[in-house]
Every structure is written in C-alpha cells, then in structure tokens.
Nanobody
C-alpha cells in the first residue's frame, strides 16, 4: 500500500486542522490505520489508530478529547481531525498502516508539517 498524507499547515493555538491520508494499492480496511507525529528533537510517537473494521479507535493521552480519527472506505482515505490545537502539537505528522499491532506499522506515508503558533 502507498500512503500520501496532506493537510498540514500553520494554525493559531485553539484552531483546527484536518489531515488526510490517501491510500492506494490496497484498501484501508486491510490494515489498522494510524497517525504518528515527530516533534523537533523528539522521537516519533503514536497519536491515533482506527481498526481494520473501523469499529474501534485509540488515542494517545495527549490528544484524547481533541483529535478524532476516522476513515472513508469509499475514498480509501483516513482522516485526523485536530481541534483545540496547542503549540505542543507542532510536529510532522505521518500516516501509517499496520498488519498486526498498530504501534508497529508496516507502511508509512510521507509526513505533513503542522505548526501551531501561540
């Protein structure tokens, strides 16, 4: 599967952005799909995941209640709706696809930069 993430940009604290991850080659329902992020000087970290059947989601504590992961199987796209953004959300965001555990993706998309100004 090939993954292409887009939708990043510059936003003020408190604002919202929606990231999209378009998949090709295989359907998103073949994988546990997820989002990770890497802030400057830090390691890549888990953000959110949605299960193969779309029936369950999981979030990092730092984004719970503010971010929502969803998917549109017909468009073969996964989304990350980010609300109430904080400066500490600034990072390069990556979408990923996992065949087994969602914390260990098999496929990565290129990153999209999100910058939150205070």
């Amino acid at each position: 599967v090939q993954l292409q993430a887009f939708g990043g940009g510059l936003v003020q604290a408190g604002g919202s952005l929606r990231l999209s991850c378009a998949a090709s080659g295989r359907t998103v329902s073949s994988y546990n799909m997820g989002w990770f992020r890497q802030a400057p000087g830090k390691e890549r970290a888990f953000v959110a995941t949605i299960s193969r059947n779309g029936g369950s989601t999981s979030y990092a504590d730092s984004v719970k209640g503010r971010f929502t992961i969803s998917r549109d199987v017909a468009k073969n796209t996964v989304y990350l709706q980010m609300n109430t953004l904080k400066p500490e959300d600034t990072a390069v965001y990556y979408c990923a696809a996992s065949t087994l555990g969602y914390l260990f993706p098999d496929y990565w998309g290129q990153g999209t930069l999100v910058t939150v100004s205070s």
